[in-house]
């Protein structure tokens, strides 16, 4: 059973740093492109970072190129979210996603919101 569990969240004031973690399990995790998508309110799920297998190239989204990092370690079956000079736009619930045959796997979710 693939099991995804988000952590890190929480509530940042603007320009502030929170490192969200995805343990993951169920499936061969060091093989998987992992992702991170989020929810903000009201709003659709958005893509925001990517990364592959072996070499780990990555994806982001333009409207955090620069200010999140994504990262793996295998030997921990997590993925990581490292995301600094946040902003109020940011603010979001972030899933940590798995895509298998074309089905998304995601796990609950961790809130992050960035106010003053």
């Known amino acids: 059973e693939v099991q995804l569990v988000e952590s890190g969240g929480g509530l940042v004031q603007p320009g502030g740093s929170l490192r969200l973690s995805c343990a993951a399990s169920?499936?061969?995790?060091?093989?998987?492109?992992m992702s991170w998508v989020r929810q903000a309110p009201g709003k659709g799920l958005a893509m925001v970072s990517s990364i592959n297998t072996g070499s780990g190239g990555t994806y982001y989204a333009d409207s955090v190129k620069g200010r999140f990092s994504i990262s793996r370690d295998n030997a921990k079956n997590t993925v990581y979210l490292q995301m600094n000079s946040l902003k109020p736009e940011d603010t979001a619930v972030y899933y940590c996603?798995?895509?298998?045959?074309?089905?998304?796997?995601r796990g609950q979710g961790t809130q992050v919101t960035v106010s003053s």
């Open positions: 169920g499936f061969p995790f060091s093989s998987s492109v």
């Open positions: 996603n798995y895509n298998s045959g074309g089905r998304n796997y």
